[in-house]
């Protein structure tokens, strides 16, 4: 391809994209990004900010990879830039007291509001919890703690928080971060000077919304920080609210930190349940104006059960080839696209014990040396009778290996917690679910 057709290929791609969208999806979504530059290897796209580029990736990866030059691996070669925000010292006299917020602005995905978040019996309590900190910030749970497996709407509740009170509490002020961007404000406001400026920022907030604090583990410097910062907001009633992929407990953050984090309420957030699933599904496809039947919406719920944001992918999937091949959506049609999805999936990968630890481990939230160890508490002795249940059901390897493996236990141990494991999960659903969800974060290369 030649330079001026990768910048073609650009133009028709937006073309293509602005007949198949909905006016307000291209106005929101595509209109914003620009191309800055094209090569024959590939092209630098700006975008005002990062869920513009997961949109674009989300929803199009596909169909790009038609129009555009490709990497080794058969993705669209695109490179982002996010949009630098003009310095507002330079536009503004800097005679307001008023602080600026820092680099990182409030920004919040315009999609992730309460009306768009689907309950069941997984999130339901969570939710109600977000909405009573959005309703009555700094008076009902403080710090509320949200935490649970990657996919299950965590941010898209703390972003529904943000917008809920930029809404019904317009004088407070608001900022949601990812602990990632508060650890560069600090590193920039050290280099610029500045750092006493970003603490009074902080400080003086009514609102703080913190993402992914499971970031903030093993950067030390940035804990007392952070720690300062929650204990001055804590200490005035000002809300704060976290998520993470673990419960405090288990974060290798400081004694302190984890005190002041589990200070509040912590919830904990599960997989969804099948009804609910079909919901989400009915739901999201209705929002982008492409309609699921019911039979279809269940097939999918069946197949993908342990993270909605996969069940994001599929209903793009199937609505960037229903739109394509003008075809209405039978169950054969959509097996076959899904199955394309999951087409990465080993099925011969040699699967080693430490894996099917390490998956236990992060689903049933508990440690690997635990499972390793002799502790009877029930969660853990379950989590180890599972973990003992998939080593039997997927290592073609001696029992008496696969025992040792565990700490030195011996194979009738195994043999007994695969026996209980596999009665259980008959008649235990939800124990069903997560062995199910164990097994296939072990065999989904990551
Ligand atoms: P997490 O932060 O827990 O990894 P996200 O909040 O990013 O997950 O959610 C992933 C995607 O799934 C988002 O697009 C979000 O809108 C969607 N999602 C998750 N849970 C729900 C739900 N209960 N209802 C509607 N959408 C959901
Ligand atoms: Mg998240």
């Known amino acids: 391809m030649l330079e001026c057709e990768i910048k073609n290929g650009w133009i028709q ?171 560069n404000d600090i590193v920039d406001s050290l280099r610029s000077k500045s750092i006493d400026k970003m603490k009074r920022f902080y400080r003086n907030l009514d609102i703080l919304l913190i993402d992914d604090i499971q970031f903030l583990q093993n950067r030390l410097n940035f804990e007392e920080e952070f720690c300062n910062t929650f204990e001055a907001l804590l200490n005035q009633n000002k809300q704060i609210v976290i998520t993470s992929d673990k419960p405090p407990s288990q974060l290798k953050l400081s004694e302190r930190m984890v005190a002041r984090m589990e200070w509040g309420l912590v919830a904990h957030m599960s997989v969804p349940d ?64 899904l199955s394309e999805m999951f087409q990465g999936k080993v099925s011969n990968k040699k699967i080693s014990v430490e894996e099917i630890l390490k998956s236990v481990a992060a689903v049933f939230e508990v440690r690997i040396a635990e499972i390793k160890g002799e502790s009877r508490h029930k969660e853990i002795a379950l989590a180890r009778q599972v973990a003992m249940y998939l080593a039997k059901e997927m290592i073609d390897d001696s029992l008496m290996k696969i025992a040792s493996s565990f700490g030195g236990k011996t194979h009738s141990t195994l043999l007994h917690a695969w026996k209980k494991v596999a009665d259980q999960i008959q008649i235990n659903e939800s124990l069903r679910r997560q062995v199910q969800m164990v097994q296939r974060n072990i065999e989904t290369p990551t």
């Open 13 to 183: 791609f937006i073309e293509f994209i602005e007949k198949r969208c909905s006016s307000v999806e291209f106005e929101n979504w595509i209109a914003p990004i620009t191309l800055i530059e094209s090569s024959i290897e590939e092209i630098t796209l700006e975008v005002p900010n990062i869920f513009v580029q997961e949109y674009l990736l989300d929803n199009f990866k596909e169909i790009l990879a038609d129009f555009l030059p490709l990497k080794s691996n058969g993705d669209p070669a695109i490179r982002f830039q996010i949009t630098v925000p003009l310095k507002e010292e330079s536009l503004v006299a800097p005679t307001s007291l008023e602080e600026e917020a820092p680099a990182s602005h409030l920004k919040l995905n315009p999609l992730y509001l309460f009306d768009h978040f689907i309950e069941g019996p997984s999130n339901q309590f969570v939710k109600s919890a977000a909405l009573g900190v959005a309703a009555r910030p700094g008076r009902a749970y403080n710090p509320l703690f949200i935490h649970g497996g990657v996919g299950l709407g965590k941010t898209h509740l703390l972003h529904s928080i943000g917008h809920y009170a930029l809404e019904h509490h317009r004088k407070q002020k608001v900022q949601l971060i990812t602990t990632e961007s508060f650890i």
């Open 274 to 337: 099948l009804e609910t699933r079909v919901a989400i599904i009915k739901h999201k496809s209705e929002t982008k104006g492409f309609n699921i039947p019911n039979q279809i919406a269940f097939f999918i719920a069946e197949h993908i059960y342990n993270n909605v944001r996969q069940i994001e992918g599929a209903i793009n999937r199937l609505s960037a080839h229903s739109r394509l091949m003008s075809m209405p959506l039978t169950e054969e049609i959509v097996e076959k696209i």
